[in-house]
């Protein structure tokens, strides 16, 4: 049962075809560089930057949300077969949560929108590159709040 169910963290990027990814990989190495290239502020900027990036579960919650009230908006006042709308969009959702997959992924992806771990990984990368992590070593013995805490910055 296990195979049948993606695990979370990679499912958007499995069921995203291979040169979508690659571009996203690509843009993401360029934003690295750029960002590099501008120093200790451009990286403070970019990571906030970041915090503030839509990834595509958002982006599909949101689309689902929006989706399923206008359904239940022009079900109630215009004609009933609208409701019909909101069916489908739920089913869409649960396909997703299930699968990892629902027909309006492929276009989110194609616009560019990344998954959160890929978001996770350019932060990851800009904070290794601002020293972050300097002071986390084998032989420091930091507790795992301590960890946790120079992860979060």
């Known amino acids: 049962m296990a195979h049948l169910i993606p695990d979370t963290a990679h499912r958007g990027e499995r069921n995203t075809p291979n040169a979508i990814n690659e571009r996203i990989r690509r843009e993401t190495e360029a934003s690295i560089e750029r960002t590099l ?7 403070d900027a970019r990571l ?6 839509w990834d595509t579960e958002r982006t599909l919650e949101t689309l689902a949300a929006s989706f399923t009230l206008t359904g239940l908006a022009l079900g109630t006042t215009v004609h ?8 489908v969009v739920a089913g869409f959702l649960l396909q997703h949560a299930i699968q990892g997959w629902c027909p309006p992924l492929p276009a989110i992806r194609a616009l560019g929108v990344r998954t ?3 978001i996770d990984r350019e932060r990851f990368a800009l904070k290794a590159a601002r020293g ?3 002071q986390v070593t ?6 795992p709040a301590q960890l946790l805490a120079a992860a979060s910055r």
């Open 37 to 43: 290239a501008g120093g200790r502020s451009a990286i």
């Open 48 to 53: 906030r930057e970041l915090d503030a990036e």
């Open 80 to 87: 009933r077969n609208w409701l019909a709308l909101s069916g």
């Open 116 to 118: 959160s771990s890929e």
């Open 132 to 134: 972050d992590f300097e």
């Open 138 to 143: 084998p032989e420091s013995r930091l507790a």
